[in-house]
């Protein structure tokens, strides 16, 4: 299981840092990206896709999570 770190870019995208492949990438999707529910399945600007486990609530960035690669 890879470990990332996710934050926001000064003109709000969503970025995703793969700090093994030193690799960072825009985040083009989430599955759940609402207040109540956020995480699943994220789509960087590679092609590359990446499971988050869904967390309850819109978490505070930046953030850092282990996740499983699709």
């Known amino acids: ?3 990332i770190m996710l934050r926001r870019n000064d003109q709000g995208q ?3 840092y793969v700090p093994k492949k ?3 990438a825009v985040v083009n999707g989430i599955e759940f990206d609402g207040d109540e529910q956020w ?3 994220l789509s960087l600007a590679n ?3 990446f499971f988050l ?3 309850p609530a819109r978490p505070k960035l930046p ?3 282990r996740v499983s690669k699709l």
Do not use: F, I, Q, Y
């Open 47 to 49: 092609g590359e896709r």
């Open 53 to 55: 486990t869904p967390l």
């Open 14 to 16: 969503l970025l995703c």
């Open 39 to 41: 995480g699943g399945t």
């Open 22 to 24: 030193d690799l960072e």
């Open 1 to 3: 299981m890879p470990e």
């Open 63 to 65: 953030l850092t999570a």
